[in-house]
């Protein structure tokens, strides 16, 4: 290796692991498995350097425990259904599978010179019908199971693309695409029934120890359990009575109003019999469903001239509005308002004129609430004024308790258990994604497909030249005979969220051709993910639907027992972030630019024709401003293994690290110095003797221990500070030829997971048996842990005046005798006798003259 050329070692060694199939995974019983997973990409068209530190550190983990004797299998798929394949078909008169396969080419291709150590044989896509047909016989499983109904649900539509969008892709109230007003449309929608597994969830969250403690407390709050009152308003009318479910049960006594959903029973009979109340209601309709859209958005209200009857209270009459942000899914759809202790009911309140009454004070303060309203943590004690259940001075805690025990002893009310988890709608008026495997039939009604007939295939003649979805409009695909009476039936053109794609794909990579979801074989061996990586914003909803998903396969008898929480380890890792470059465009637009068309000087930036550019130091890299940095131009100029080190060295895993250039070269030049320090060992005569060799073989002992620890707690960029420190100390050794040798060989091992390519140089170049990725790891000795000799600090008086270095395991006499002799002692001395010799064995010499 007359010098490091990275672009003819990489390939050289990649296609040398490939032949010999290093990284293809096998089960086998008489070793320990171990199955390291990143959350797979959305084939977006090029992935950038936040792909290329996500996959690097799972490929340190696979390497590391392939390493260690483990069976290891490392995947890779695609995530590869959604809205941005039609959204580019529609843009471009093309078909979303093109697009979306010539994606997966593309970052294949990217992805493949990074020399991770994939077993690509089982990739996939979940657009492949292998995939989805697979997913479709679940869903069939699972409605056997009693976990898939039907039912007639409130969801955002976007009235010019004419479908269903998902709370995420609705922005500031229009649709993401068509920048529509997004309407709430009640639409019959198919769920799973994951409510059902709300206290298992929550439970379970305590066996996640290997979990990032911020992400199980996240995943409780979205099931968000709850104990409260549910008890019903009697109407003065003689209605029906309101029934409402309320977690704040002790500020009744401060009740203004009842506020109904606009999709509430009472508001929808009085919609029928009502043009103002229709107005109304279709006012509200034209809002999102979205959380945001509901909090952020303007409140409304409908006094419906409705009154009902304070429970403790029958001469206290309360109004009942309808509102619009109350949620029918949620509790019963209504609600009692207490404005003095809740922002929103505060709010509302002060819009409409309407009463605004304390149910209790601060110690020792009682203002009236004026625009804000009093919300003290339910842990401090407040004082309560005329509390039913007869408290003064108690904490929001004990009077909740107080009053579910009081309605319950006095028969208006019970104490209820709810959770903020709501089922899961899977329902999509879209083509690209998973067709639902049922048909219906006037005779039959809702029938599910034979399994035999599967995958039902997405037909491809298909176009976008109109609104809405193409399924509905497909007659020899939508018309089809009913499985159960043979008459003529339709398909359900509805497709799958692809959140269901993603909720499960971890199992089908432990036998990805298996003609059954899972061989259960092979996921009794491969299960559970020993290491999951990904980023924390599917902290949610991908994990909490995957952890469901899990579960509804064990029910069906797709996953073992042990599988139900399918993620023994997970890792959420920090971003890749570079400055943003950007000048004025068209009508006073930001134009932002790729940091190649950038040239950096004294701390600014110019475009080639001398414009200055505005810079956006450290944003999270993204497409859409162009401060993405291209893998493929990182490995052309530097390798590979560069861009490996770098984004695992600059700072710890789980937090950002900045791309710069300069941080680039400089990994690069590292990389160069232990190669040219390889060449020069290798060059050695060797029978060279040397001084130093134990000190080194020390310090390599050393490198491994660390390293070795780094790795197993995920401080990589700990254990990339340790290999700097070791280089510096060979580069710096008079040792003789063998120990360099080892010493260099073990500096390849321990940086092969890092940078694999000029580690197996090294490897191969020092003599080594056979393929680097395929050795054992290093082992450090214990024996070379330990020091043989110590520094003492000398203290004269308290005050340090020399130190004493001397073996270990010195008696105490002999350090005395030592310390007596030394000069500075001797000076402090002079030529008395200490009053005080303390010697403190392998740690500090007190003198005191």
Known sequence: MSRYTASEIEPKWQAAWEDAGVFTATRDEAKEKYYVLEMFPYPSGRIHMGHVRNYTMGD??????????????????????????????????????EWTYNNIATMRDQMKPLGLSIDWSREFATCDPEYYGQQQSMFIDFMEKGLVYRKNAVVNWDPVDMTVLANEQVENGRGWRSGALVERRELTQWFFKISDFADELLEALD?????????????????????????????????????????????????????????HPIAKALEAERPDVAEFVAECRKGGTTEEAIETGEKLGFDTGIRVKHPLNPDWELPVWIANFILMDYGTGAIFACPAHDQRDLDFCRKYDLP?????????????????????????????????????????????????????????????????????????????????????????????????????RLPDDVSFDKPGNPLDRHPTWRDCACPSCGAPAKRETDTMDTFVDSSWYFARFTAPRAKTPTDLAEAGYWMNVDQYIGGIEHAILHLLYSRFF?????????????????????????????????TEGENGRPKYHYPEEVELRDGKGFLADGTEVKIVPSAKMSKSKNNVVDPLNIISAFGADTARWFVLSDSPPERDVEWTAAGAEAAAKHLNRVANLSEKIAAMDPAAQGSGDEDLLRAMHKAIHGVTQDIESFGFNAAIAKLYGFTSTLAKSKAGAAAQKAAITALAQLMSPFTPHLAEEIWAQQGGEGLLAQAPWPKADPAMLVEDTVTLPIQVNGKRRSELKVARDLPKEEVEKLALADEAVVKALAGGQPKKLIVVPGRIINVVV
Request: contains cysteine; charged residues 25%.
């Open 60 to 97: 340190v983990i696979a390497r590391y425990k392939s390493s260690c004797g483990f069976s290891v299998l490392h995947p890779m798929g695609w995530d590869a259904f959604g809205m941005p394949a039609e959204n580019a078909a529609m843009a471009s008169g093309g078909h979303p599978k």
């Open 356 to 456: 605004v009454k304390n149910a209790f004070f601060l110690l020792g303060d009682d203002t009236p609430v004026a625009d804000e309203a009093l919300v003290p943590p339910k842990t401090e004690k407040v004082r309560w004024v005329d509390h039913f259940a007869g408290l003064t001075e108690a904490t929001g805690e004990e009077a909740i308790e107080a009053a579910v025990d009081f309605a319950e002893k006095a028969g208006w009310g019970k104490g209820v258990t709810k959770y903020r988890l709501r089922d899961w709608g899977l329902s999509r008026q879209r083509y690209w994604g998973c067709p639902i495997p049922v048909v219906h039939c006037d005779a039959c009604g809702v029938v599910p497909e034979k399994k035999e007939n599967l995958p039902i």
């Open 550 to 582: 899990a579960r509804a396969m064990h029910l069906c008898g797709h996953l073992p027992e042990k599988s139900k929480e399918p993620f023994n380890a997970l890792f959420t890792q920090g971003m890749v972030t570079h400055a943003i470059y950007m």
């Open 207 to 263: 066996t996640l120890e290997d979990w990032p403690a911020k992400v199980r407390l996240m995943q409780e709050n979205w099931i968000g359990k709850s104990r409260g009152l549910q008890f019903a308003f009697e109407r003065t009318d003689g209605g029906e009575a309101i029934e409402v479910y309320t977690t704040r049960p002790d500020t009744l006594m401060g009740a203004s109003f009842v506020g109904i959903s606009p999709d």
